[in-house]
């Protein structure tokens, strides 16, 4: 028997199961995605709710960036929560996000920070939530959908 987690598709990211590729096929232009930490209240606040376990945030952001396009009309295009009192400052769990976003596209991609309950009200607002079990703190980041 296959594990229902991994497709059975060629060039597809085994992260990237039916229900989290549906998600993304079915967003639209404009639509958000959100991928939070293990800290993140995913399960009470979520509309749509995709759990990877046992996975960071840059490997799910990879995974997803490998088929997801990034808004080219909207800057910033990702948002990340930032820390209380120190929404300005750079964690290393953003610069690590960072990377793999300008890596995904191909340019840098402007990003921003969002005070903690602003986060938590755009996230509730999410086209989907894909919670990981990043264990740094503040590793969750809001990432608005492009056209193909």
């Known amino acids: 028997m ?14 990237l199961d039916a229900a989290l590729l549906g998600h993304l096929a079915a967003m639209g232009h404009g639509d958000v995605l959100a991928i939070v930490d293990r800290n993140y209240p995913a399960a ?3 509309r749509r709710l995709v759990s990877l376990p046992g996975v960071d945030v840059p490997t799910a952001a990879r ?7 990034v808004d080219t009309f909207v800057e910033p295009a990702v948002l990340r929560m930032g820390a209380v009192g120190e929404e300005g400052v750079v964690q290393e769990v953003h610069a690590d996000l960072q990377a793999v976003v300008d890596e995904a596209e191909g340019r840098p991609v402007p990003s921003a920070p ?3 309950f602003e ?6 607002a999410a086209y989907v939530v894909v919670a990981t079990t990043e264990a ?8 608005t959908k492009g056209v193909v």
């Open 119 to 124: 986060f938590y009200r755009r996230a509730a």
């Open 136 to 143: 740094r703190p503040y590793g969750c980041f809001l990432l």
């Open 63 to 69: 995974a997803i960036l490998s088929v997801l396009p």
């Open 44 to 46: 009470s606040t979520a």
């Open 2 to 15: 296959t594990d229902a987690r991994i497709p059975v598709l060629k060039n597809i990211d085994p992260l």
């Open 114 to 116: 969002v005070e903690r």
